[in-house]
């Protein structure tokens, strides 16, 4: 299905998720994170953002909801594992991040509310 005959919710859904990432990268920048990447697809997973600070890099799911309460439940297992695959397939195809500290974040967007970052928010299965 391409963009042009989504379903309007589907294209509601696409837009809401597109500005929720921009914001928190936004959120992410003014902490010092530096970003690295965007909607990373690799191994069947995607990564929303990869950001570094210093020797960290981080990959970073955002997810937005109408509350902050409904985006925290909204990274599943089947999220984890398919996240982890594509985190770990990055990895393998940038060397220099091996001697790097890697963590999985998670940024939750929810309503009017300033995007919230929670790191370490979940482990990298398989690393």
Known sequence: MSAGTAR????????RGHRAE???LGALMLRGYRPLGRRV??????????VRRGDTIVFVEVKARATLDEARLAINA?????FSRAVRAW???HPWSAPMTLRADAVFVGGRRWPEHC???FE???L
């Open 8 to 15: 309007p919710e589907r294209q509601a859904a696409y837009r």
């Open 22 to 24: 921009w914001l928190a």
């Open 41 to 50: 697809s690799l191994a069947g997973g995607e990564i929303d953002l990869i």
């Open 78 to 82: 089947v999220k984890r594992r398919r």
């Open 91 to 93: 990895v393998t195809r």
């Open 119 to 121: 790191p370490a928010a």
């Open 124 to 126: 990298i299965e398989g």
